[in-house]
């Protein structure tokens, strides 16, 4: 699977992975991971800033006919306003885009997180699809520290 590290233990970090050209995921969900990740302020993501700025804008431009937002909290794209052939052309826009700037994968390093925010009524049946495809391991506790333990 091209999307590795999914699986966490305890606290213990993951190298992750993603192939741009075989990502082997549904569109939609290469869309929305791609650009989460390109709008998020992961350190260890190995695409820079200015790379992920300019896939997200080229994206933008996908669907809007207004510049994107400078804004951080409104840089988000409303997926509803596509459709296949859009969901399509994303998917092209994103694979191009990284491939000019010699990005085959994009890797990165992040333990599990809560959420920031809660979805949206719209997003909630996909988040909860997607629970349910991925649900959260039950090691997610953090391990005991010997030496506080008796």
Known sequence: ???SGLSHHGYHRTM????LQQPELPDLQFVLMVLALCTSDLES???PASVRENV?????????ETPPPTKKD???????????VTLEALVTVIQQSFEEEGFSELTWEHGPSEPS???TPEVRPLVERIQKLYPQPE????????????
């Not at 997200?56 to 809007?64: E, G, I, P, S, T």
């Not at 409104?74 to 296949?84: C, P, Q, T």
Request: proline letters at 7%; hydrophobic letters at 35%.
């Open 1 to 3: 699977m091209c999307l």
């Open 16 to 19: 992750q992975r993603l192939d």
């Open 45 to 47: 993501l190995n695409a």
């Open 56 to 64: 997200f804008n080229r994206c933008w431009a996908l669907l809007h």
């Open 74 to 84: 409104e840089r988000v794209l409303n997926l509803m306003l596509g459709d296949e």
């Open 117 to 119: 925010r809660d979805s």
């Open 139 to 150: 090691d997610m506790d953090p391990p005991s520290n010997p030496s506080t333990s008796s």
